[in-house]
């Protein structure tokens, strides 16, 4: 197997690429033992002898799978969270989604003729000023009070 070296630097000097991405035809080594010149490479990369390989780009295709995961709630794990509580979801963003749930389930039971209007008003002004930690606090605070007349959702 001949030293084709030389003839590697020539074609990287030609296809403007490094020598890693310079592809030699196996067939073709003997005869390129021959071409010592530049214009001997360039007939050689014309013939489809020497080629340029094309650049190995990274697959995302992992990247991608872990994403629709993510997006389905998996990774989530204390091992994979970095940032504090408040700077992965604001103290605001929280309170919105915590109250618009009380607030939500309220009106529920208000419609539902589950509670009457007095007790809802009280709730809401309760649920207002941060009392409950969830819908299941604010339910159990209903039914210990025996402010629910039937079983909620």
Known sequence: ???LSNQRRLAASLLKCGEGRVWIDPASQ???ADAVTRSDVRSAIKAGVIRRRAIQ???RARAKRHALEVARGRHQGPGSRRGTPSARLTKKERWMRRIRAQRDLLATLRREKKIPPAVYREFYRRAKGGMFRS????LVNLRLGGHLKEAAP
């Open 30 to 32: 003997e005869e390129l």
């Open 57 to 59: 780009g990274t697959s």
């Open 1 to 3: 197997m001949p030293d």
């Open 135 to 138: 819908r299941q606090h604010l």
